[in-house]
């Protein structure tokens, strides 16, 4: 298969069911955010799109990834009691080293005097290193796997489930909460309690030209702050935050 995100994203224009999910065994087209391409070999991860139709604005959208995130990070630690981290906004990691990665994609109607722009549909595309024992050489250093970190293979379907079990609820918690009906603590609250990344961590930011600093906790919609060495507390607004 290319990629999960683009049968996805087809099936979502055709009025695809909201729910419904892709898995590969293998992406010969796997991508990751800012285009970069996903090591997808055949039999050792977990590939896998879910299109979702949530009642939202698009001003919202970084929470689903926020969302999709907190759902994996629980899935990896349901099944193998591993304590992955998260690092803002979408990657899952293991100590220093990348185990997961997320890749939300979404389409909106166009806003209006009286409205603001709504969310048509999102796709959540899922990458896992469950039982990758090699990287390419550029990767050896940056990623880990399930099985590196447990020292034992695990069953993909057992962590699939489970995925998709978290992200069913944390969906159902942000609707309830966007219509001002919680049912558990906000996204936001979670997030922050579950990734070691959202506040005093050193690091560096590539955008707007590059910056250092120590992170400062998420604003209002979820971006991260970072309180930067030149004195100014930025908002990261696309990723790119590295340990410094």
């Given at each position: 298969m290319g990629s999960t995100n683009v049968l996805a994203l087809d099936a979502a224009q055709s009025g695809g069911?909201?729910?419904?999910?892709?898995?590969?065994?293998?992406?010969?087209?796997?991508?990751?955010?800012?285009?970069?391409?996903?090591?997808?070999?055949?039999?050792?991860?977990?590939?896998?799109?879910?299109?979702l139709r949530p009642q939202m604005a698009l001003v919202d959208a970084l929470w689903l990834s926020l969302a999709t995130a907190l759902a994996v990070q629980s899935a990896i630690?349901?099944?193998?009691?591993?304590?992955?981290?998260?690092r803002w906004p979408?990657?899952?990691?293991?100590?220093?080293?990348?185990?997961?990665?997320?890749?939300?994609?979404?389409?909106?109607?166009?806003?209006?005097?009286?409205?603001?722009?709504?969310?048509?549909?999102?796709v959540a595309g899922v990458g896992i290193n469950v039982n990758h024992q090699s990287f390419p050489?550029?990767?050896?250093?940056?990623?880990?796997?399930?099985?590196?970190e447990s020292g034992r293979e695990w069953e993909r379907e057992?962590?699939?489930?489970?995925?998709?079990?978290?992200l069913h609820k944390e969906i159902t918690w942000l609707e309830a909460e966007l219509r001002g009906t919680p049912i558990v603590a906000g996204l936001l609250e979670r997030f922050a309690a579950s990734s070691s990344w959202?506040?005093?961590?050193?690091?560096?930011?590539?955008?707007?030209?590059?910056?250092?600093g120590v992170t400062d906790g998420?604003?209002?919609?979820?971006?991260?702050?970072?309180a930067g060495d030149?004195?100014?507390?930025?908002?990261?607004?696309?990723?790119?935050?590295?340990?410094?």
């Open positions: 069911a909201h729910g419904s999910v892709w898995v590969a065994d293998e992406q010969t087209a796997g991508r990751g955010r800012s285009d970069h391409r996903w090591h997808s070999p055949a039999g050792d991860g977990l590939y896998v799109s879910v299109l630690a349901a099944v193998t009691r591993l304590a992955p981290d998260i979408n990657d899952i990691l293991i100590g220093n080293r990348k185990c997961a990665g997320i890749l939300v994609e979404t389409s909106a109607t166009a806003s209006q005097a009286d409205a603001p722009a709504m969310l048509r549909y999102a050489a550029e990767l050896e250093a940056l990623a880990t796997s399930l099985r590196r057992s962590i699939l489930i489970e995925f998709l079990r978290a959202v506040r005093g961590k050193r690091v560096s930011v590539e955008e707007a030209g590059g910056y250092t998420l604003d209002a919609r979820g971006f991260l702050r970072v030149d004195g100014t507390l930025h908002t990261v607004l696309s990723g790119g935050v590295r340990a410094r």
